[in-house]
């Protein structure tokens, strides 16, 4: 991993895909279809022994990745390598080394053994995150705080709520990514141009051995030409990274110092400045948002590579090699940032009843115009709590207290039903519901193991 990849990406995706895991990967592969084809008869098993035990070997990546830019495929160098290594075991087995295959098959196989593991591993983490979120909805549940849009104050709502809007985002997302990898993550077996002549009419059962072997599964046809479902995983990482960069954006407007709402988990060394020593900077957030950056391109990318040539991309294909890998690294690091941020963050439920009420009452507006419009009409009605509004601001004085002594409105509202529409409890709508809803689908998914 470089520089970057350390500071923003994920050290346990980016295992999945490092050189040295790729190749063992491909090897797998080779290994797999030796044995397929001795249980099939069409080797004998001393060949298959032979493979098997030289695809266990460890092989020079670099050397490989070397060639490879000559030969225009790491298969070509690696292959080579591997049939050495089983001609120096049995010359006899050396013939029958990739027989039947092509550099695609073994790439795209190996790539999908890859991202397995890197799927198992986002997985977890989402439901980490997932477990979190419920956790803040459910004790924040009655936490009354400014909703905010366009930037700007606007009504109540819980913060409970607003955890419940990231768990579900984040429960979308888990499934979104899981039926994506249940599409992407297959065996890819075509031969030469996707008709694995060879082997006759023997092909597909050759090829629902190898993915028996190697726990993968088999699609009706090879795919070497069709890419839309591995676009289609694409698409669901670039989703997941803007939704963390929401969670993560969320999180770093109410960490700044004028709102101090919630904060992200302090320690030695985290969020700090190399000039200014007060600083608490929201790193998981930066970690999520500049992914969120960088996703839509290496998605595009992906997409890029659909509209194939005939049997076999030319550039296209060749630019996931890198693509792929890169958005999985950095959306992992994106999850795991924004999982860590999520179990650990801290709520100032006073600041938030602080900032609340610091609106002096116009958060009411809304509900004070409604109480209005059936005695003084809808326009009516917003004209003259605009009027209002303007003169909380001009005065500095409380909406609720200019309202109160409103002649119109006294002639209209008793002081009780006034009180009720400035209480804030009682502004929260169907919070409340949409919040056990969320929290239901939580409990559901966890008593499932998804």
Request: charged content about 20%; hydrophobic content about 55%.
């Amino acid at each position: 991993m470089g520089l970057a990849e350390r500071q923003f990406g994920s050290a346990t995706v980016a295992a999945f895909f490092e050189d040295g895991a790729i190749i063992a990967n491909a090897l797998r592969f080779e290994a797999a279809l030796a044995r397929a084809m001795a249980e099939a008869g069409m080797m004998p098993a001393a060949s298959a022994e032979a493979i098997e035990a030289a695809a266990g070997e460890a092989f020079d990546a670099a050397s490989i990745g070397d060639r490879a830019r000559l030969a225009g495929t790491y298969a070509i160098p690696l292959v080579a390598d591997l049939t050495q290594a089983v001609r120096a075991i049995s010359p006899e087995a050396a013939a029958f080394v990739h027989f039947g295959a092509t550099s695609q098959d073994v790439i795209d196989t190996a790539t999908a053994l890859s991202l397995r593991g890197a799927q198992r591993h986002l997985d977890a983490v989402l439901a980490r995150a997932v477990a979190a979120a419920a956790d803040l909805a459910a004790k924040h549940r009655g936490t009354v705080m400014l909703g905010r849009t366009l930037m700007q104050p606007a009504v109540p709502i819980t913060f409970g709520l607003k955890a419940a809007q990231w768990l579900t985002a984040l429960a979308d997302d888990r499934a979104r990514l899981a039926a994506a990898a249940e599409a992407a993550i297959r065996l890819e077996f075509g031969g030469a141009a996707g008709t694995l002549a060879p082997f006759g009419a023997g092909g597909p059962d050759l090829a629902e051995r190898i993915g028996a072997i190697l726990g993968l599964r088999v699609p009706q046809l090879p795919w070497h030409s069709r890419r839309g479902a591995s676009a289609g995983y694409a698409a669901a990482l670039g989703i997941l990274a803007g939704t963390l960069a929401k969670i993560g954006g969320d999180i770093a407007a109410m960490m700044q110092a004028e709102v101090a709402e919630a904060f992200e988990p302090a320690g030695v060394g985290r969020g700090g400045s190399s000039a200014m020593p007060h600083k608490r900077n929201p790193v998981a957030a930066m970690i999520a948002r500049q992914m969120a950056a960088r996703a839509p391109g290496l998605v595009a990318t992906m997409l890029a590579a659909v509209p194939n040539l005939h049997e076999r991309g030319l550039g296209g294909w060749q630019a996931e090699a890198s693509a792929l890998p890169e958005l999985a690294i950095g959306v992992g690091g994106a999850l795991e940032a924004i999982a860590e941020a999520l179990e650990g963050l801290t709520v100032d439920a006073a600041a938030m009843r602080r900032n609340l009420e610091a609106m002096r009452g116009l958060i009411f507006t809304e509900r004070l115009a409604g109480a209005l419009a059936p005695h003084l009409g809808r326009d009516g009605a917003k004209a003259h709590v605009e009027a209002l509004a303007k003169q909380v601001t001009a005065e500095g004085r409380d909406l609720h207290a200019l309202a109160r002594e409103d002649s119109r409105i006294a002639g209209i509202l008793s002081l009780d039903r006034l009180k009720s529409l400035f209480n804030a409890a009682e502004a929260l709508g169907a919070a409340d519901i949409f919040i056990g809803r969320a929290l239901e689908r939580a409990e559901e998914e966890r008593g499932h193991g998804r």
